[in-house]
């Protein structure tokens, strides 16, 4: 029987699946099929004309869903590599002030806090207090990890490693930056791995875990070319026109191949293992498809939703996600600056809790800093992105732009170099993603071990792959490669 492959959902992870699928298996049909006009999922780049009351206009680019890359992530490299996008990327050097300043906000204070960046950083105030003494403590504190525990929540691991304040000053921000959520109710193991493999290879310390050799991943099957020169001494790095041009470089390279279709505006309505075994994806369109086998990039609860009782599968709801605000900010050049120079900063868990008296606000992207390369006539334009909510219980009223600027203004006051009062924004944009980030809780590589086993045998017999952000990953990183790996157990 020839092979046919349907892929669910047009994200970067459906997308990713696609190109490495339509190469492995150059014989099979290809099918991807997504619900809206677009493909990229939560990936969306955008390109802004702007003008100031002086005349001067630009051309910048807007992120309102991920808008950095880290380059240890291979997968995207080979991308990168095998679909010639090598003159589109723009880099933010190690050297550069974007990536060495990032900030802290304490809530209920005033300004912003540098995060440590060198030793001598360390030592001086507050970090000499807030961070100093926890880290130095930690390789001398006794091994702590309860006897048969197989995971727990980020807090729970800072807290016995580092201490209550360090965990909610330093671990709720991080959390806060990368997953929108609450660091007492996400799985260590599953957000921060290295977390925990730092622990183990420390003997219970993760101070000396880090300072000892990471035996890495043996598997380098990777077809990068140059691409890795051209990252070193790299911090972060987009492309010209955004993240963006890496799904729509996916997109368009996929429409090339003879054995792969893709479909849009199509949004599936369920997902049967019929009577005889036959594997059938019905779209909303009325078309049925019978494919041979079929990678499921969607959201987990919207699998869910998609299967018949007799082929359901364990765990697809078992990971709540985060919901946010993106407020895109433009703004006229000002002196002194609205801002310190650096990536931006992060706003930690405040003291009394999460609840709608807090400004709900999660971090500020100094996007000007880090990547102005993309913009035309950067240098007249100040460009911020604030992230909202996540586990701050936020109401349209949090999100008003004057609401945000006035905020914003207690957050970037500072006694010298940087303006108290923010001047009116020349261009904003306001959108909310509901359930963007999949939130995985303790248990959740378990789970994923049982989704995995399920799918292996009954109805399904491994003709059925679940992918993507909910499984292993949020990172675009993780979504590559798990497209990268779809489908490899499939022989011949
Ligand atoms: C605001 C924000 C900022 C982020 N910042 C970063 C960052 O800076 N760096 C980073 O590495 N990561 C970042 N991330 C995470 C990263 O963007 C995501 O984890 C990743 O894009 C998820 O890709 P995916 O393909 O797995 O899922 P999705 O993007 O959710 O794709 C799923 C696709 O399935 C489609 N679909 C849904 N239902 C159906 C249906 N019934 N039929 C057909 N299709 C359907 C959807 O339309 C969508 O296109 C960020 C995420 C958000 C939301």
Redesign the pocket.
């Known amino acids: 029987m020839n092979r046919h492959v349907v892929i669910?959902?047009?994200?970067?992870?459906?997308?990713?699946s696609a190109f490495h699928l339509s190469r492995r298996f150059p014989e099979a049909l290809i099918t991807l099929?997504?619900?809206?006009s677009?493909?990229?999922?939560?990936?969306s780049s955008e390109r802004v004309q702007v003008h100031d009351g002086d005349g001067r206009t630009a051309e910048i680019v807007l992120?309102?869903?991920?808008?950095?890359?880290?380059p240890n992530?291979k997968s995207v490299l080979e991308l990168i590599h095998l679909l010639g996008l090598k003159n589109s990327v723009i880099t933010t050097p190690i050297t550069s002030s974007a990536a060495k300043n990032r900030y802290l906000q304490i809530p209920e204070t005033q300004g912003l806090i540098t995060l440590p960046n060198s030793l001598t950083s360390v030592f001086s105030p507050p970090m000499r207090t807030l961070f100093l003494p926890h880290v130095l403590r930690e390789p001398a504190k006794r091994r702590n990890r309860p006897d048969g525990i197989t995971d727990e929540t980020v807090d729970n691991f800072m807290t016995r490693r580092f201490g209550p304040t360090f965990a909610r000053t330093f671990g709720s921000a991080l959390v806060h930056g990368?997953y929108?959520a609450d660091s007492r109710k996400l799985s260590v193991r599953a957000a921060f791995p290295s977390l925990w493999a730092m622990e183990d290879r420390g003997w219970g310390s993760v101070v000396r875990g880090a300072l000892l050799p990471n035996p890495t991943d043996s598997q380098e099957d990777y077809d990068v070319g140059d691409i890795p020169d051209m990252m070193k001494g790299v911090s972060?790095y987009s492309f010209i026109d955004g993240?963006g041009m890496l799904p729509g470089a996916l997109a368009t390279h996929l429409r090339n191949q003879s054995n792969v279709e893709l479909l849009h505006d199509?949004?599936?309505?369920s997902l049967i293992v019929a009577d005889d075994g036959q594997l059938e994806v019905k779209?909303?369109s009325g078309q049925m498809i019978n494919p041979t086998h079929i990678i499921s990039?969607?959201?987990l609860p919207?699998l869910d939703?998609?299967l018949h009782s007799n082929s359901s599968l364990p765990h697809l709801t078992a990971s709540p996600a985060?919901s946010?605000v993106?407020l895109n900010l433009i703004f006229p050049q000002t002196q002194p600056k609205l801002h310190p120079s650096g990536f931006g900063y992060l706003v930690p868990r405040p003291l009394s809790g999460y609840s709608p008296h807090n400004p709900g606000i999660l971090g500020t992207v100094f996007d000007s800093c880090a990547l102005s390369a993309q913009d035309s006539n950067a240098a007249n334009f100040t460009k911020m992105t604030v992230?909202m909510g996540g586990p701050n219980p936020i109401t349209p009223s949090h999100t008003e732009v004057d609401t945000v600027l006035k905020q914003l203004s207690v957050h970037l006051t500072a006694p010298d170099d940087y303006l108290k009062v923010l001047p009116e924004p020349i261009y904003t944009r306001t959108q909310r993603?509901d359930d963007?980030?999949?939130n995985p809780m303790p248990g959740h590589l378990r789970r994923m071990e049982e989704l995995k086993t399920a799918l292996a045998k009954g109805p399904w017999s491994g003709r059925l792959e679940v992918?993507?952000?909910?499984v292993r990953?949020?990172?675009?990183?993780?979504?590559v490669e798990?497209?990268k790996r779809a489908g490899e157990s499939w022989t011949c």
């Open positions: 669910l959902g047009g994200g970067l992870t459906g997308l990713s099929v997504e619900k809206t677009r493909f990229g999922g939560w990936i992120e309102s869903g991920p808008r950095t890359l880290r992530a990368i929108a972060v993240i199509n949004p599936i309505s779209l909303s990039a969607l959201p919207v939703g998609l985060s946010v993106v992230m993603h963007c980030i999949p992918v993507g952000a909910g990953g949020v990172s675009l990183g993780d979504c798990s497209g």
